[in-house]
């Protein structure tokens, strides 16, 4: 029998006691990060430095990144009714056409059908308009929905014959024509100069996001030690409330280094009754509208997606659907819902959209069910069904959107920006594939 001696200076208990170190791997794993979603916010800052050199220094400007944010909006609004969707083991190809046929239906109901009932600038316009487009999204999605459900058809075949009914749609109502201008009061959930928070209000939104970022993680800790769960350690809640709230904080700072236009700012000056210095007047544009409306429908659905009974059955019908029905779930009407809440979504998505560009055209929406899908995979959404994350998904929204305004900033041209869409959207597949098979090891 041999004997391992230990080293001069130490003891063979000494050995015992420090033990291997644990690796930089198993710390992160220990403090409950995820190292897929640390990987995504990694690319993002990859692609960001990339753009910014290879655009000459224009990608990471406070102007380049408001709009980013603006245009971003959409996109991760209808990520998070996505990830659910693909959750319980389906898909959606029709939202970019359905947001083509909300998004012109509701363009023709305040430019052509609403004043002439109610008048042009009524205030009830806006409000009309976007509750028309709750409802209408809805209604879509639940009629796909229930195909799906009730008569069996695979959700593949539903949506992609809704890919092309709906843009067949957009078109017929107004035999291909561009409609505008909107509503004053609904151009402002599009930002622009005018749909946006300011400084004053952009610092009090940062503020209380980061406290309530410190309440989150207080809420966690004390329902752990109710429950008796592991509790996650000190040092990774401390850097989650900095860095969180490091990263909020930024942002708003950024938003508010973008400022109005000239001619804009002498416009606000004179209503104000403020005079005009001579170096001109700079007045910040902070928190557009659009990406508040984004991080309210995040939380929204977050919340829906893992404290709400309609969130837990997606994932219990994603996971396993032959339990999920033995467990007494109606996995049909459920399934039904979510189509639902996805063509609400995209409802929201139009408003949006059809704000920002104060028009809808028969094109609007072309292309953005590859965006909102390549979201919600590339956030950690398996295909599979069963696991994916709103946040996830929403940061995955960013990714893509950074992409897209990188190339155009780099002039890039429209076929070869959906090759980079097509090969980045394979390639999550790919990681997907390789972390499932990897959990089942």
Known sequence: MSVTQAPPGETQQQETVRGPRPSVGSALRSAEFDLRTLGMVGLLVVIWIGFHFMSGGTFLTPRNLWNLSVQFAPVAIMSTGMVLVIVSRNIDLSVGSMLGAVGMAIAVLQAEILPDILGFGHPAIWLIAVGAALVLGGLIGLLQGLIV??????????????LLVWRGVTWWITAGRTVAPMDSTFQLLGGGSRGSLGEVGSWVVGVLACIGIVAILLYD??????????????????????????AVLGAVWVMNSYYLPENVAMQVAEQQGIPWPEGGLRIPMG???????????????SFVANQRRFGRYIYSIGGNPEAAVLSGINTRWTIAKTFMTMGMLVGVAAAVTVARLNAATSGLGTLAELYVIAAAVIGGT????????IPGAVLGALVM???????????????????VVGIVLVIAVAVDVYYRKRAAQ
Do not use: C, E
């Not at 030690?225 to 989650?240: D, E, S, V």
């Not at 928190?287 to 929204?300: D, E, Q, R």
């Not at 041209?413 to 959906?418: F, S, Y």
């Open 287 to 301: 928190i557009s509208y659009p990406v508040l409306i984004a991080i309210g429908v995040m939380l929204l659905m």
């Open 149 to 162: 459900a009730y008569v069996g058809v695979p959700s593949f075949i539903v949506t992609l014959g809704g």
């Open 382 to 389: 398996s295909l599979a069904g069963g696991v994916g994350t």
């Open 401 to 419: 959107q950074s992409l897209q305004s990188g190339m155009v900033l780099m002039n890039v041209d429209a076929p070869l920006q959906d090759i």
């Open 221 to 246: 800790r004390r329902q752990r030690i109710r429950y008796g769960f592991k509790l996650r350690p000190t040092w990774a809640m401390i850097a989650i409330a900095v860095v969180g709230s490091a």
